[in-house]
């Protein structure tokens, strides 16, 4: 890797580990140079301070999640709806744990009413929103899955698939459970597969569990 992009990526590794420590509002520009043993002209010419950096956070977060979710949809007639659905959770599960500190920073400032996130999760969102209903709308036209309401059940979905991180320290304190442990997350994933076999599946078609 290039100098260039090395010290780019620092500064990012950086400001992810500080706007989780500290929060979003509580990092300064100085804090990210010292952490990243960089100067304040170098940020500002990677990222044109700390809001380019939030932007570049949910870019970087954003654009491989929808592109999981992009891939499942082209594979929908040859894989069928069930089998998609939890590819899906599969690739969007592995990706955030991959990238956990990235994940609860942005799960987090998405709840956050700000104009920057308004503009950027119109995009985002919707086209999330679009994605997963395609794959629901079409499990349900070819009988695999049962008649919910997609908005509904996106809601349920994403719900299970993002507490353990945006809410990672009740998880691991009161539960005990901690999605950064590999055994832990293999286990968390299979529940959300139980979740789509018992919630989601047609039994009545006949359509196997897979």
């Known amino acids: 890797m290039k100098k260039a992009a090395l010290a780019k990526e620092k500064i990012f590794d950086a400001a992810v580990f500080l706007f989780n420590a500290k929060g979003y509002a509580e990092t300064s520009i100085r804090d990210i140079a010292s952490r990243a ?13 700390k809001e380019g950096l939030l932007e570049y956070s949910f870019i970087t977060f954003f654009e491989p999640y929808l592109e999981t979710l992009e891939e499942q949809v082209e594979k929908l007639e040859e894989k069928g709806a069930v089998q998609c659905l939890k590819d899906t959770i599969q690739g969007l599960m592995e990706f955030q744990h991959t990238h956990f500190h990235l994940t609860r920073f942005v ?22 929103r679009y994605l997963l209903q395609k794959i629901l709308r079409y499990g349900m036209e070819k009988g695999e899955l049962r008649r919910v309401s997609p908005g509904m059940c996106i809601i349920q979905l994403r719900s299970l698939m ?9 998880t691991s304190e009161v539960w005990n459970v901690h999605l950064q442990d590999r055994f832990y997350f293999e286990k968390y994933k299979e529940q959300l597969y139980d979740w789509v076999d018992a919630f989601l599946v047609n039994k009545k078609s006949g359509s196997p569990n897979t």
């Open 162 to 170: 993002t507490m353990p991180f945006l809410n990672s320290i009740y």
């Open 37 to 49: 043993g960089a100067n304040i002209a170098t940020i500002s010419y990677y990222f044109n301070g």
């Open 107 to 128: 799960l987090r400032e998405v709840s956050i009413e700000r104009q920057i996130v308004r503009e950027l999760m119109s995009t985002y969102l919707m086209k999330e």
